[in-house]
């Protein structure tokens, strides 16, 4: 019986410190070669679509869900599947301004943000159509205000002519 014990008694800290020691997480080895490849693959400039990626994500997911490594390897997979989502939209609209001194384009593009946040705010169904519309048509009021104005100082005749007067000689 004291033979047995001594046996127990000299099996188990050996045991635990197999079980223990760091050497057997095998997370850092494998996010260190996972990492090695995703560091190539942004060296390279491979798009996130690319079908090369999807070996990168599997290495980092065959990390142990246990393993010391796994927050990391957790980081890198959300930073990847983060890349291959939708593009967020273009704005509906820019920031305008409205008050003394605004110009008409300013004005116009103020509205069209007015129209964009109800736009954003109305739930899916008929009633967006009109505001989509109306939205839409202020985009082309303010194109052609944009297209058409000048900077402060600069009128249409610095560029060839008063209206309705000839341009000068040598000018278009």
């Not at 402060?152 to 560029?159: L, N, Q, R, S, Y």
């Amino acid at each position: 019986m004291r033979m047995t014990t001594r046996r127990l008694s000299a099996v188990i800290p050996l045991a635990l410190c197999l079980l223990l020691s760091p050497g057997c997480d095998k997370g850092p080895d494998q996010l260190r070669d996972a990492e090695a490849t995703y560091r190539e693959l942004i060296d390279r400039r491979v798009s996130p679509m690319d079908p090369a990626w999807d070996p990168v994500i599997a290495a980092f997911d065959a990390i142990a869900k246990d393993s010391k490594a796994r927050p990391a390897a957790d980081q890198r997979i959300a930073a990847i599947r983060g890349l291959r989502g939708k593009l967020p939209p273009r704005p509906l609209a820019t920031p305008g301004a409205t008050g003394a001194g605004t110009t008409e384009a300013d004005a116009k593009r103020a509205a069209c943000e007015a129209l964009a946040i109800r736009l954003g705010q109305t739930p899916e169904g008929p009633e967006r159509e009109p505001l989509h519309a109306a939205l839409e048509t202020c985009h082309n009021e303010l194109v052609r205000l944009e297209a058409h104005s000048h900077p402060p100082g600069e009128h249409a005749h610095d560029h060839g002519g008063e209206p309705g007067h000839p341009a000068p000689q040598g000018q278009p």
